[in-house]
């Protein structure tokens, strides 16, 4: 399995951003897949998460109504549009997916998601 992460940057505060994981290898689309991101001295956390057969997502109640997570099926690519940015969402952001089912819908709990991408810089600032 690969998933390769792209976008970020640098942006100014209540601009955006727009993140695409492109995954491979899976041999079926029954998976739950998400950004996470890690900022200096704090833990990981999950962001966005959404199985990629049903659609189903979590938001974490930081990013709920500013950032959208979304696949293309067709493509094998994830996307995290990002909306109204605040400096508090600087931090390294990667792209995991997780092949464990969870019949309640995506958890986001970072553990559970060991297939990890490589990270991309988002800096918000003015």
């Known amino acids: 399995v690969q998933l390769q992460a792209s976008g970020g940057g640098l942006v100014q505060p209540g601009g955006s951003l727009r993140l695409s994981c492109k995954v491979s290898?899976?041999?079926?689309?029954?998976?739950?897949i998400g950004w996470f991101r890690q900022a200096p001295g704090k833990e990981r956390e999950g962001i966005s998460c959404i199985n990629f057969s049903d659609g189903r997502t979590f938001y974490d109640d930081s990013v709920k109504g500013r950032f959208t997570i979304s696949r293309d099926n067709a493509k094998n690519t994830v996307t995290l549009q990002m909306n109204n940015l605040k400096p508090a969402d600087t931090a390294s952001y990667f792209c995991?997916?997780?092949?464990?089912?969870?019949?309640?819908?995506?958890?986001?709990?970072?553990?559970?998601?060991?297939?990890r991408g490589q990270g991309t810089q988002v800096t918000v600032s003015s």
């Open positions: 290898g899976f041999t079926s689309n029954n998976f739950d």
């Open positions: 995991a997916a997780s092949n464990s089912y969870n019949k309640y819908g995506p958890s986001c709990y970072p553990p559970v998601y060991g297939l």
